[in-house]
């Protein structure tokens, strides 16, 4: 067994859900914030964010993600960007927009490597405000990208798949090229929180519909676009040449082994889902060294020591296993209580005889079985 430390396991992201609250009130949430209405609630305190920073840095820090609710929420959300800057981080922040003034997008652009991710859930203010349900919402989206774009930044514009919505995915694609946006990430409604109400609604697509657009995206959305276009299903349901191929983008994994949240109370934690179930809550920075969390709790071991091996289900039985980890641990534990729970996307898909074939075990190994020569007498 591998013993857990720095250098086996380097703390390569922190990701900071440095607010409670949320100015938007979407209707797919996977977090569910608890205060609403611009009022940020708990946040995490800037000295605080700083010694865990220091912390980290001894552990392999090299970036940091600035998430929430909504993280431009944070009253002192420029001195924590400063700082960022000054540490020499790279730094990734999931916004919805609103808020991103000319001058944080600046601030923004003078750190390290900075990616920002902006969510856009229609190509009109009506299916935006719809989800979103704040009126003016889109004109305050729209501004803060061109805010990061006039900054510098190139961001990726993030439209969470739903009935509402599915037929302005092209549109979507259109509206952020002539922007300025860097790329599209279509990403599919997670059955947590609003969320999971959502999918009990008929609010969400089918798995059946859900692999159809998959499909259509990477063979003829994405293809055609002057931008990089992605659609957030498992690494089994992507075509090889888009991971592999000369434009490639490599395979999909959220680097689960050395990332680690930080919640807006400092409890650490898996990642958001600790807002949800404490079971995935490790310990707390005002009193808990960040390396005694990082390399002594038993979760995290348990994580480091059984992926990919101990995946159940049709994710134990998927070729592409090693690179997708079961997809998000996380989302798999909130709808099992079982961390080696198959993904629920891969599970349906299975039930619904839709899983790739190609991408089975069973199915390499019969191939490989027939491809054996004959034994032969007196052999």
Request: charged share 20%; aromatic share 8%; glycine share 10%.
């Amino acid at each position: 067994m591998t013993p857990s430390t720095p250098e086996n396991y380097p703390l390569n992201q922190l990701y900071f859900y440095l607010s409670e609250g949320c100015n938007l009130r979407c209707r797919h949430c996977w977090i569910a914030p608890k205060f609403q209405a611009n009022d940020p609630g708990k946040t995490l305190p800037v000295e605080l964010f700083k010694h865990i920073v220091n912390q980290a840095k001894t552990l392999g820090l090299t970036g940091v993600k600035l998430t929430g609710g909504e993280p431009l929420l944070h009253p002192d959300i420029k001195i924590i960007l400063q700082y960022i800057q000054a540490e020499g981080l790279d730094l990734t922040v999931e916004t919805n927009g609103v808020l991103c003034t000319a001058d944080l997008a600046r601030q923004m652009a003078a750190c390290r490597n900075p990616s920002v991710s902006v969510s856009l859930d229609g190509a009109d203010p009506k299916t935006h405000e719809f989800v979103r349900k704040v009126n003016g919402c889109f004109a305050g989206a729209v501004a803060g990208i061109k805010h990061l774009v006039e900054a510098g930044i190139e961001p990726q514009i993030i439209m969470s798949v739903m009935r509402c919505n599915r037929d302005q995915m092209e549109e979507i694609v259109e509206l952020a090229e002539s922007i300025g946006a860097g790329s599209v990430k279509f990403n599919i409604i997670q059955p947590t929180a609003r969320g999971a109400q959502l999918h009990e609604s008929g609010e969400t697509l089918t798995i059946e519909e859900l692999i159809e657009l998959g499909a259509w995206v990477e063979k003829t959305v994405a293809p055609a676009a002057s931008i990089p276009v992605y659609y957030d299903h498992p690494d089994a349901f992507r075509p090889m040449s888009r991971m592999y191929g000369k434009d490639g983008d490599g395979r999909a994994s959220c680097g689960i082994f050395g990332i680690l949240g930080v919640l807006a109370d400092g409890a650490y934690a898996l990642c958001g889902i600790g807002a949800s179930r404490s079971e995935l809550v490790f310990g707390h920075a005002e009193h808990d060294e960040l390396a005694t969390v990082w390399n002594d709790t038993a979760i995290l071991q348990q994580i480091r020591e059984g992926l990919p091996g101990r995946l159940q289900g049709i994710c134990q039985e998927c070729l592409l296993k090693t690179g997708c980890l079961g997809s998000c641990l996380a989302q798999n534990f909130y709808r099992s209580d079982s961390l080696w729970a198959s993904y629920w996307y891969c599970e349906q898909a299975a039930s619904a005889g839709l899983f790739p074939e190609t991408r089975r075990l069973s199915t390499y190994r019969s191939e490989s079985e027939s491809r054996r020569p004959p034994i032969l007498k007196g052999e």
